[in-house]
């Protein structure tokens, strides 16, 4: 095990426990008492209040005001933290959320009742391959310096850009940064696989005020357009899930009516075209028309 890894380890159980002995925590880790008072050394030193306990019993501690009071949360509330943290672990991959599930997992009653709730995500390849950005992306938001990168737009055009980043952003599938362009002179978002060349600024900025821009993004709402389609009843879950249940109706014995919104462009036609046979668009006929159309350009690839 390494050092790092050990400390982080010691803090861990310290958190769990009042008092654990130097030979309890070299048999543990199976290294020397040695080792063991050098990294009670360096945690002191890197401002993690231990203490030392002398006598039969003693050992080492860690200050309570260091721990979380947790009288302010149930072990309801802490496995309800767990289990979003659980998550979020899958997607972003970080050291940083690791030590902190690790934390709270410290503070829950070995007695609680433990994974009654599991979340689980694609484990995609690509998202392991954006893992350093993600973390040069937070460390620049953090100490506010400007970050210059290739940005590829659907289309394949590249374009170099200076961005002052402000926010990431995690939307079913994909990450996203959100900052003001200073090329564009304007608030952009950018998807991350989207992003090549990236690179971190010595230089800094004066945050601007994001708010106006969050305020803005909340109330812009994409044109929808109503759209009925019968579905096969293998796919009516899909909907549920989207729409609830009021968008589904029975129309006959082998087909549902569903009624729901969807975005007048490409990215509506792709997500009607992902259920294939087992849906068919009836109205508006505009829309039919287009879908039609969108349909009848991706066969001509394959003609």
Same mark, same amino acid.
């Given at each position: 095990m390494e050092k790092v890894e050990r400390l982080i380890s010691i803090i861990m159980i310290l958190l769990k426990k009042d008092v654990v002995s130097t030979k309890e925590f070299a048999q543990l880790f199976n290294v020397t008492k040695r080792t063991i008072l050098r990294d009670m050394e360096t945690l002191s030193l890197s401002n993690i209040p231990i203490y030392s306990v002398n006598g039969v019993h003693g050992g080492y501690g860690i200050m309570d005001e260091y721990k979380v009071d947790k009288r302010l949360l149930s072990s309801s509330d802490l496995e309800n933290i767990l289990t979003a943290l659980g998550g979020l672990e899958q997607i972003l991959i970080s050291e940083e959320v690791e030590v902190t599930i690790k934390k709270i997992e410290a503070m829950v009653s070995p007695l609680s009742p433990k994974g009654s709730i599991q979340l689980s995500f694609y484990d995609w390849e690509g998202r392991s391959e954006i893992r350093q950005i993600l973390k040069m992306c937070q460390e620049a938001i953090l100490a506010r310096r400007l970050i210059s990168f290739d940005y590829i737009d659907k289309n394949g055009m590249i374009t170099k850009r200076m961005v002052e980043p402000y926010q990431l952003h995690f939307s079913e599938t994909s990450w996203y940064l959100k900052g003001f362009c200073l090329h564009r002179m304007r608030f952009r978002t950018f998807k991350l696989s989207r992003i090549d060349q990236f690179h971190v600024d010595e230089k800094t900025f004066n945050p601007r005020d994001y708010s106006l &821009? @969050? !305020? *803005? &993004?909340?109330? +812009? @709402?994409? !044109? %929808?357009v109503a759209v009925r389609a019968l579905i096969s009843p293998s796919i009516q879950d899909h909907f549920i899930e989207r729409y609830g249940r009021k968008s589904i109706e029975n129309y006959s014995s082998e087909l549902l009516l569903a009624t729901i919104h969807v975005p007048q462009n490409s990215i509506g036609f792709q997500f009607l075209a992902s259920f294939g046979t087992n849906l068919e668009i009836i109205e508006p006929k505009t829309y039919v028309e287009d879908f039609r159309? +969108? %349909? *009848? !350009? =991706? =066969?001509k690839k394959y003609s």
């Amino acid at each position: 095990m390494e050092k790092v890894e050990r400390l982080i380890s010691i803090i861990m159980i310290l958190l769990k426990k009042d008092v654990v002995s130097t030979k309890e925590f070299a048999q543990l880790f199976n290294v020397t008492k040695r080792t063991i008072l050098r990294d009670m050394e360096t945690l002191s030193l890197s401002n993690i209040p231990i203490y030392s306990v002398n006598g039969v019993h003693g050992g080492y501690g860690i200050m309570d005001e260091y721990k979380v009071d947790k009288r302010l949360l149930s072990s309801s509330d802490l496995e309800n933290i767990l289990t979003a943290l659980g998550g979020l672990e899958q997607i972003l991959i970080s050291e940083e959320v690791e030590v902190t599930i690790k934390k709270i997992e410290a503070m829950v009653s070995p007695l609680s009742p433990k994974g009654s709730i599991q979340l689980s995500f694609y484990d995609w390849e690509g998202r392991s391959e954006i893992r350093q950005i993600l973390k040069m992306c937070q460390e620049a938001i953090l100490a506010r310096r400007l970050i210059s990168f290739d940005y590829i737009d659907k289309n394949g055009m590249i374009t170099k850009r200076m961005v002052e980043p402000y926010q990431l952003h995690f939307s079913e599938t994909s990450w996203y940064l959100k900052g003001f362009c200073l090329h564009r002179m304007r608030f952009r978002t950018f998807k991350l696989s989207r992003i090549d060349q990236f690179h971190v600024d010595e230089k800094t900025f004066n945050p601007r005020d994001y708010s106006l &821009e @969050q !305020e *803005h &993004e909340t109330s +812009y @709402q994409p !044109e %929808l357009v109503a759209v009925r389609a019968l579905i096969s009843p293998s796919i009516q879950d899909h909907f549920i899930e989207r729409y609830g249940r009021k968008s589904i109706e029975n129309y006959s014995s082998e087909l549902l009516l569903a009624t729901i919104h969807v975005p007048q462009n490409s990215i509506g036609f792709q997500f009607l075209a992902s259920f294939g046979t087992n849906l068919e668009i009836i109205e508006p006929k505009t829309y039919v028309e287009d879908f039609r159309n +969108y %349909l *009848h !350009e =991706m =066969m001509k690839k394959y003609s």
